[in-house]
């Protein structure tokens, strides 16, 4: 890809992002994503239990990318979701308090099918508000099953290579030692992963139909602008920002809830980095 192409797709950003509800989304975004923050969360804790994935495993991935009081902050919450401890069964819900949960956690899906609508046909709402919510819940379904997979993937990945290189050892006589390899790949599979899931979001949301790969681009640049951006947020909060000075108490509230816009703005450039590729092809 040459300069002239790269200038046309950031000239293509700009000039989208300079529409007034491409200029609002990012916000009303992270407006949602806080909304939907616990029913997200219990649906993701109580699915994670299923696979013995507790929040101290959580918060060791996550530490790299949240300063220590927001870390701190989630780490608390996502325990007191989860009723008895991970492995029990007091945190089964009934079939009306799922169906809820999905309904409330739907909120934040239900507001990226009306951006990705308004970016591709200029409408939030092409298929009408109930076949446009039915279809955010089942998308909400499927991304915390990715969501959990990914996890579990980040979680025992060590596990799973030293089956692997069991395996190996055992069928083939190859020594294969795993863990200086993990610690290299674990951050770009994680990436890859994160990639992937923002990929699928980008590509079931909008009604107009897309292929996987005219989405892919925007799914690699949002997931390392996001990881980046909370990488940066991270040592800018710990290192020179002082929020106990001004919020007292309220300080890692307000530095997740700035944390939130800035994944939401990120998401959103998603979305434009994907039309402004397609249109530097043509």
């Known amino acids: 890809m040459d300069s002239r192409r790269i200038r046309r797709i950031a000239e293509s950003m700009i000039r989208d992002h300079k529409e007034p509800f491409i200029q609002s989304s990012g916000a009303q975004l992270a407006f949602y994503l806080i909304m939907s923050l616990v029913p997200l969360a219990i649906l993701l804790v109580q699915a994670c239990a299923v696979f013995a994935v507790s929040p101290d495993m959580v918060s060791d991935l996550a530490k790299d990318f949240l300063t220590p009081e927001a870390l701190e902050y989630s780490k608390e919450a996502l325990t007191k979701l989860l009723p008895g401890g991970v492995g029990s069964g007091s945190g089964i819900f009934s079939i009306v308090a799922v169906l809820t949960t999905l309904w409330s956690a ?18 939030t709402r092409v298929q009408g508000f109930v076949r446009e919510r039915i279809r955010a819940l089942v998308n909400v379904v499927l991304l915390i099953l990715m969501t959990v997979a990914s996890l579990v993937i980040l979680v025992y990945g060590q596990v799973i290579l030293n089956v692997i290189g069991a395996l190996m050892r055992e069928f083939f006589g190859l020594q294969l030692h795993f863990n200086r390899i993990w610690y290299l790949i674990r951050w770009p599979v994680a990436i890859a992963v994160y990639a992937a899931i923002l990929s699928y979001i980008y590509y079931s949301s909008p009604t107009e139909r897309l292929r996987f790969r005219q989405v892919l681009p925007g799914g690699v640049f949002a997931a390392v602008g996001m990881m980046t951006v909370s990488l940066g947020y991270s040592v800018y909060v710990t290192t020179f920002a002082n929020y106990d000075a001004l919020y007292g108490g309220l300080a890692s509230v307000i530095a997740m809830l700035f944390w939130f816009y800035l994944l939401g703005k990120i998401f959103v450039f998603g979305i434009l980095f994907n039309r402004a590729w397609e249109r530097s092809r043509e």
């Not at 739907?106 to 200029?122: H, L, M, P, R």
């Open 106 to 123: 739907s909120k934040v899906q239900f507001c990226i099918v009306g951006i990705c609508n308004y970016a591709y046909s200029g409408r």
